[in-house]
């Protein structure tokens, strides 16, 4: 099997998505093909420790979640990934997928939950996105758009209504830390009676010093 580049492998509560709260084996890759202003993960953008699948497999069976997500950076670099992703689920794991939405995942395992990025003007990568994902979505699976203000806002939600994204996964709006108060987010939404989630990321709220680990 093939060997991944690890930043960091840790298991903590899961912090965003439907999942929020729970108790989940956080395997985080190196290496990102965007900068988003936003970002919150540069540590992951370059080196980190060749590891294998098994290795890989091994931790996650020693942290004792049902839950695990892959991440990164962008974890869709890596060759590995699929096959990672295949043997999580073959091992029993509840598993996650956390992309930036920029690579294909027509590709990945079914019984994976795909958790796609949708890159809004704010984050600077909007050209980024790859439309052709959205036509692969399950109401399994995860939109996620991270909101830097009212134009961000906007764009959601014409690419929300435009694409037909409710009702077919779900849709998660989430400002963006720092730049976007979460009860002017939760107005707008209410007025516009959208019927999205709106996403925090409960391990800032909780550990909100932390620079990695949580």
């Known amino acids: 099997m093939a060997n991944l580049l690890i930043s960091e492998m840790y298991r903590s509560l899961q912090g965003e998505g439907v999942r929020a709260g729970r108790p989940c084996a956080i395997i985080r890759l190196a290496g990102c093909n965007l900068r988003c202003s936003w970002c919150d993960t540069q540590h992951a953008y370059e080196g980190g420790t060749v590891t294998s699948i098994q290795a890989v497999l091994e931790w996650t069976r020693q942290a004792r979640c049902r839950l695990a997500m892959v991440t990164g950076g962008e974890p869709l670099l890596q060759d590995g990934t699929p096959a990672l992703l295949s043997a999580l689920c073959d091992a029993g794991q509840e598993t996650l997928l956390m992309t930036n939405g920029s690579l294909d995942i027509s590709g ?3 019984r994976v939950i795909r958790c796609v990025d949708i890159k809004c003007p704010g984050s600077g990568q909007s050209e980024s996105i790859l439309w052709s994902n959205l036509a692969c979505l399950r109401s399994s699976d995860e939109v996620k758009f991270v909101l830097t203000g009212r134009d961000d ?57 932390a620079q990695g680990g949580v």
């Open 108 to 110: 990945i395992d079914e």
């Open 153 to 209: 806002y906007e764009f959601a939600t014409t690419v929300v209504r435009e694409r037909g994204l409710i009702g077919r996964c779900v849709v998660i709006f989430s400002p963006a830390w720092g730049s976007l108060a979460p009860a002017e987010l939760a107005d707008w939404i209410l007025a516009d009676g959208l019927e999205v989630r709106l996403g925090l990321q409960w391990h800032k709220i909780i550990w909100p010093d």
